[in-house]
Structure formats: structure tokens, C-alpha cells
T-cell receptor, first 111, second 117 residues
């Protein structure tokens, strides 16, 4: 399973764009990249998933370079409610998508 | 999106007793479910993979006789913490894997807070 590395914490202000980069140097061909958000005492919530290039949904964008050894989650115009821990995970679709969580990035959005 | 529920959401038990936590996929069938444990300020730690109709696969260092997992149907997996001790106090989270067409996703439950006194 590919290991991921993310910054431990990030600070931002309301209204700013936040980019969280994750490295996964040994990502395998079958691995997808998924980002989750977790609030205290809650289960993780799916944000976005991608395999390559760029993926965008109503809450975030995911940028994946051609070599797929890293990915960047982009949160446009964050608000205080985006304060949470963000996890980058890679998983093999052919093995029931077993996920191993890294340390995650603790994002603090200030007013 | 798909919904995964857990019951109970919070439980307090005495040391030496056993506690059962249920994980249900409410609107889809899940052949595979996962159980995680999370201590305060830490990340989720995968405990085991629960496969419907077969024995669970435990991660290294997780005692299978202490954490009994049963996946009797496509919508229900249970985790029983046997002879619980204070060090088992933690936040237990389950997830269910759904594969629909080109979409692959794990849906997480809301978690169960276990406190052993």
C-alpha cells in the first residue's frame, strides 16, 4: 500500500484558497487517490477522488500531475466550518480499496 | 450518498465486560467492511477487514480473540470488544466499501465512543 505524506498542520483565513499537497511516491498503477475530511468525534467524510489530471466537484478540486507521485487538494474560499483534519489516501481498486490512514493535515481557518 | 450507521454512538462499560458495536450499510450492500480505531488527536488505525460470509482479516498487532468481528449479512458487521479494559477506550469507526460501475468509495459510519471504566 502506498504511503502518503502530508503537512501536519496548516493555517488559513476565511475566504482564502487553501491547497494541501500530499506525496505518494510509490503509488501503484491500480491506486486511486481519495481525500477525506474529518471533524472531531465524527467519521471521515468523502471529499473527492481521482486517478490522474484534474477532478473538480462542488466543494473542491484535485490536481494530480502526470507522474501521480503527488496530489493537491484545493479548497476555494474556505470558511470557519472547513476547520478539520484532511486525509489523503491511496487505495487499490482491485483489493476492495483497503485504506491506510496517514497523519492527515489539521487545517485551522481563522476569521 | 450512501449511508453507514453505527450503534451505539456512545457506550460506557465496566472493565471486564464485553461490548458489541454494530455497523450497517443502510442503502447498499457491502461485501467488505472495515473497522478502525482512533485515539484522541491521532489518525485512524485500521484494525480489520470484514468480509461477508468469511472470517475477518486482522491487521498486525490486533488481537482477533479480543476484537471479534462478524459479518453475517451484506448490510451488517459487528465488532465485539471482549473483556474490555480502560486501554480499549477509544473511538471506533466502521466503513463499508461500495463499488458501482467506475465509482469506488468507502463510506464511513459516524463512530462509536467507547469508555471503559
Amino acid at each position: 500500500l502506498a504511503k502518503t505524506t502530508q503537512p501536519i498542520s496548516m493555517d488559513s483565513y476565511e475566504g482564502q484558497e487553501v491547497n494541501i499537497t500530499c506525496s505518494h511516491n510509490n503509488i501503484a498503477t491500480n491506486d486511486y487517490i481519495t481525500w477525506y475530511q474529518q471533524f472531531p468525534s465524527q467519521g471521515p467524510r468523502f471529499i473527492i477522488q481521482g486517478y490522474k489530471t484534474k477532478v473538480t466537484n462542488e466543494v473542491a478540486s484535485l490536481f494530480i500531475p502526470a507522474d501521480r507521485k503527488s496530489s493537491t487538494l484545493s479548497l476555494p474560499r474556505v470558511s470557519l466550518s472547513d476547520t478539520a483534519v484532511y486525509y489523503c489516501l491511496v487505495g487499490d481498486m482491485d483489493s476492495s480499496y483497503k485504506l491506510i490512514f496517514g497523519s492527515g493535515t489539521r487545517l485551522l481557518v481563522r476569521p | 450518498g450512501a449511508v453507514v450507521s453505527q450503534h451505539p454512538s456512545r457506550v460506557i462499560c465496566k472493565s471486564g465486560t464485553s461490548v458489541k458495536i454494530e455497523c450497517r450499510s443502510l442503502d447498499f450492500q457491502a461485501t467488505t467492511m472495515f473497522w478502525y480505531r482512533q485515539f484522541p488527536k491521532q489518525s485512524l488505525m485500521l484494525m480489520a477487514t470484514s468480509n461477508e460470509g468469511s472470517k475477518a482479516t486482522y491487521e498486525q498487532g490486533v488481537e482477533k480473540d479480543k476484537f471479534l468481528i462478524n459479518h453475517a449479512s451484506l448490510t451488517l458487521s459487528t465488532l465485539t470488544v471482549t473483556s474490555a479494559h480502560p486501554e480499549d477506550s477509544s473511538f471506533y469507526i466502521c466503513s463499508a466499501f461500495s463499488r458501482a460501475g467506475e465509482s469506488y468509495e468507502q463510506y464511513f459510519g459516524p463512530g462509536t465512543r467507547l469508555t471503559v471504566t
